[in-house]
């Protein structure tokens, strides 16, 4: 029989209705990518999950835990939760369109800001809290809550939108049903837990009972004939017993001293135990450690590559402009040089002109004064030509 949920999942191509476009993410059975309706032209997110195609399989996930998923997204409705918008299935995949968050993790934004305000602190653990109530309200436990489930809807405001995704491991818990499993990242759990799990796998010790008497009992009298065969015989089985008797007794030595080496070699292998727990222990946290190292590095590494793309952007403009007011400064300057010809023809024909007046003294100061004159008005005019020019240009690539 078929649950309700099922007949939500539309037998269809997801890529009839929606253009997919670049992978945002990847898990170990699942893989998000961007998409857009396209009736409408919104942004979503479509997550791929890889359906398991046999109970012996081990690759995918269960027909059973994705209902579970999608059944606890169709409850829900809440600011600082994912919703969920569709639900569409093929052969190897179900693709859930859920709301496109795009501002990334959480676990990004604060390694590039190193550190936070106490109020915006206190603003993004309220927001988480008040998405955790919800779900509690709810009777909905998550049960993977961490930094990378953790994603905010735009990461360009002062303080950022929180939105919890991720309910791969969450569960509905029944009014009056001990729930006793064990779900999460590793790495995120509570020691406690660890503790409690450890406890439950106990090393059974080696018990043996040891022979300590065999006694046989007989009857002091002959059988009725009395005959010598039958005492003989009677004898014999005396004679096994006692032998079967201090069989026994050499095995129970034996069994006592191999006692004593097993009781030995467990000691040792509980030693060994308890000393590659305590250093598995320090290996993985150092490992996790490198690991937010690795990721904080990364996102640094991210957003140096973004400062230098605009950084290289704003030389390309700076250097397109100075070339504009390059090439504005030849022309000026070849418009100066064809002037200063024309001035220099001009004075020249004044000169043969001057030259049939009688005081010649008075001739070329007069025409030194002219052309002083002029020489300073032309270049008092191309000047402020030439300035004006520059402060267009620099109005421009300051817009």
Excluded at 52 to 64: C, I, L, N, P
Excluded at 194 to 206: A, G, M
Excluded at 317 to 346: F, H, P, V
Aim: one cysteine or more; proline letters at 2%; glycine letters at 4%.
């Amino acid at each position: 029989m078929k649950s309700p949920s099922m007949a939500l999942f539309k037998q269809q191509k997801v890529e009839d209705v929606y253009e997919i476009g670049e992978e945002l993410g990847s898990g170990q059975f699942a893989i998000v990518k961007k998409c857009r309706e396209k009736s409408t032209g919104v942004e979503y997110a479509a997550k791929f999950i890889k359906k398991r195609q046999s109970r012996a399989s081990r690759r995918g996930v269960r027909r059973e835990e994705i209902e579970r998923e999608v059944t606890i997204l169709q409850q829900i409705l809440h600011a600082n939760i994912i919703k969920l918008h569709d639900i569409y299935e093929n052969k190897t995949d179900v693709v859930l369109i859920l709301e496109l968050v795009s501002g990334g993790e959480l676990f990004d934004f604060l390694a590039q800001k190193e550190s936070l305000s106490e109020e915006e602190a206190t603003r993004f653990i309220k927001q988480i809290l008040d998405g955790v109530n919800y779900l509690h309200s709810k009777k909905i436990a998550h049960f993977d809550l961490k930094p990378e489930n953790i994603m905010l809807l735009d990461k360009n405001i002062p303080i950022p939108h929180i939105k919890l995704i991720d309910f791969g491991l969450a569960h509905k818990i029944e009014e009056g049903v001990e729930f006793k499993n064990i779900f999460g990242t590793p790495e995120f759990l509570k020691e406690e837990t660890k503790v409690q799990e450890n406890k439950k796998v106990e090393n059974t010790q080696l018990k043996t009972k040891r022979l300590r008497e065999y006694t046989i009992k007989c009857h002091s009298s002959m059988p009725p004939n009395n005959t010598y065969i039958n005492f003989e015989r009677f004898a014999q089985v005396v004679e096994d017993i006692s032998l079967t008797e201090r069989g026994f007794s050499t095995l129970a030595a034996s069994h006592d001293s191999l006692q004593e080496d097993i009781d030995a070699l467990v000691s040792i292998y509980n030693e060994k135990e308890a000393w590659y727990k305590e250093e598995n222990e320090s290996v993985r946290h150092k490992l996790s450690q490198l690991k937010y190292e690795y990721r904080k590095i990364e996102s640094l590494k991210r957003h140096l590559q973004e400062d230098i793309k605009t950084v290289g952007a704003s030389l390309t403009g700076i250097t397109g402009k100075y070339a504009d007011l390059q090439s504005q400064y030849e022309s000026l300057r070849q418009e100066l040089s064809e002037e200063l010809k024309w001035i220099q023809d001009l004075m020249s024909s004044f000169r043969l002109e001057n030259e049939a007046c009688v005081n010649g003294n008075f001739d070329s100061v007069f025409n030194k004064d002219v052309n002083e004159s002029l020489m300073e008005l032309l270049n008092r005019s191309r000047c402020e030509e030439f300035l004006a020019g520059l402060n267009v240009g620099v109005a421009k690539s300051n817009q």
